[in-house]
């Protein structure tokens, strides 16, 4: 590692956190605005400054491109079915580092980087964003969650791209 870990900063950080805690060991499970949102893992997208929304205002889903998988399908039910979302935005983003490699390139990296996880990363899927660009991921997760089986009837789903040059978010779906 060519830095000192971060996890020695935990308790020291933290205790800055409980300064400004204030009430919100008090927030509900329940979204205050019924909202689940899928996006990326990117340090530069943050729905909630995004959106200008606070703390038990949404529910948030992230992972490698914001994208819809299996593990994503159920914790949206779990969003929907236990804790009261009714409605789903979906935000990608330009400048995503999904756009750097696809499948096969992420498979020859975990080979050579970790040969032992060679197994595993077979069982899995790196997909890369390619040519779509966030504007075609995005409309082609959107319709993925509409058609998915356990979402409940009248749910809202919406599709943005959020520019990471700008700030600005924007519909496509």
């Not at 899928?38 to 943050?46: A, E, G, I």
């Not at 929907?80 to 756009?99: N, P």
């Amino acid at each position: 590692m060519d830095h000192e870990p971060n996890h020695v900063h935990f308790l020291e950080w933290n205790k800055r956190y409980i300064e400004k805690f204030g009430d919100t060991g008090k927030l509900s499970i329940v979204p205050k605005k019924h909202l689940t949102i899928l996006t990326c893992m990117d340090t530069r997208v943050n729905p909630q400054s995004i959106l200008g929304l606070a703390d038990g205002d949404v529910l948030t889903i992230r992972n490698a491109g914001g994208t819809v998988s299996d593990d994503v399908l159920r914790t949206f039910a779990i969003a929907q079915h236990m804790a009261g979302a009714r409605e789903i935005a979906v935000i990608h983003h330009t400048g995503c580092g999904g756009t750097l490699f696809d499948n096969d390139l992420m498979q020859a990296n975990v080979a050579a980087k970790t040969p032992a996880g060679v197994e595993l990363a077979k069982r899995l899927t790196f997909p890369g964003f390619g040519e779509a660009g966030p504007e075609g991921t995005t409309k082609r997760d959107v319709q993925l969650l509409k058609e998915n089986p356990m979402l409940l009837e009248g749910t809202v789903v919406t599709g943005w791209v959020y520019e990471t040059h700008t700030g600005r978010i924007y519909q496509v779906a």
